[in-house]
């Protein structure tokens, strides 16, 4: 290839991008006049001032009501409460039983765990195999 044709092949490709760009840059200025769509605000209702004494008395009652101490219905007879159940304790047999039961089944585990320690891995045997012999 000669240099004048490197030099018009690069010439139309410049033009080409030129175009690119002035349909891109159209595109962005297009979309840069259309105003974004402006969201409705929910219109508002305006309360009369008799509505909002109304809702302001009720509330002050509302809140006299929770604040006020509870009024005790008098009591016709005091009733003793009834004493808490008592807890139940296990005996010191029982709690022997247990705890030999307990030792037991560790000593079993423990007995368990050094068996498997004393038990010599098994050796890999390399199989040998038998060559035929010749008649």
């Known amino acids: 290839m000669s240099i004048e044709t490197l030099i018009t092949e690069i010439d139309a490709e410049i033009a080409r991008l030129q175009q690119a760009h002035a349909l891109l840059a159209g595109m962005a200025e297009a979309?840069?006049?259309?105003p974004a769509p402006v969201k409705k605000i929910a219109k508002r209702w305006k309360?009369?001032?008799a509505?909002?004494?109304?809702?302001?008395?009720a509330q002050r009652k509302r809140w006299?009501?929770?604040?006020?101490?509870?009024?005790?219905?008098?009591?016709?007879?005091?009733?003793?409460?009834?004493?808490?159940?008592?807890?139940?304790?296990?005996?010191?047999a029982a709690r022997k039983r247990i705890a030999a039961a307990q030792k037991k089944r560790w000593a079993a585990i423990r007995g368990a765990k050094e068996a498997a320690k004393k038990v010599p891995p098994k050796k890999a045997v390399k199989k040998?195999?038998?060559?035929?012999?010749?008649?």
């Open 128 to 135: 040998v195999s038998a060559k035929k012999q010749h008649p």
């Open 31 to 34: 979309a840069r006049e259309t």
């Open 64 to 92: 006299a009501k929770a604040k006020k101490p509870a009024r005790t219905a008098p009591v016709k007879a005091e009733k003793k409460a009834a004493a808490p159940a008592k807890k139940r304790r296990m005996n010191a």
């Open 51 to 57: 509505a909002r004494e109304r809702i302001a008395a």
């Open 47 to 49: 309360l009369s001032a």
